[in-house]
């Protein structure tokens, strides 16, 4: 059974970085899918940053040059490394995992598995 867990939220000023971890475990054999979504209270949850096993990569518009995402298949572990973070940047930070290697952004049901998620706080 696949399992994600999350950490490395937090607060932080306009302008400050942090940087999300997920370990992951019980992935079936093959190739696959992650990625990191947000969420806030009343709206849509929205992707972020998507990559494949194969390393290809996709990102929203809004984080595209400030957000990095990272896959260690060793270590069964995705990062997000944000910069210049931005108080719309606020959300609940999600990661998320499937099978294939498909990668779009929408609709969040094209992931199947998803951690708990983590608080992130961006002040002005």
């Known amino acids: 059974q696949v399992h994600l867990e999350e950490s490395g939220g937090g607060s932080v000023q306009a302008g400050g970085s942090l940087r999300l971890s997920c370990v992951g475990s019980?992935?079936?054999?093959?190739?696959?899918?992650m990625g990191w979504f947000r969420e806030v209270p009343g709206k849509e949850r929205e992707g972020v940053a998507v990559?494949?096993?194969?390393?290809?990569?996709r990102y929203a518009d809004s984080v595209n040059g400030r957000f990095t995402i990272f896959l260690d298949i060793a270590k069964n572990t995705l990062s997000l490394q944000m910069n210049s973070l931005k108080p719309e940047d606020t959300a609940k930070y999600y990661c998320?995992?499937?099978?294939?290697?498909?990668?779009?952004?929408?609709?969040?049901?094209?992931?199947?598995?998803w951690g708990q998620g983590t608080q992130v706080t961006v002040s002005s």
């Open positions: 998320a995992y499937n099978s294939g290697t498909w990668l779009a952004l929408r609709p969040p049901t094209i992931f199947g598995h």
């Open positions: 019980g992935y079936p054999p093959g190739d696959y899918r």
């Open positions: 990559i494949s096993s194969d390393r290809r990569t």
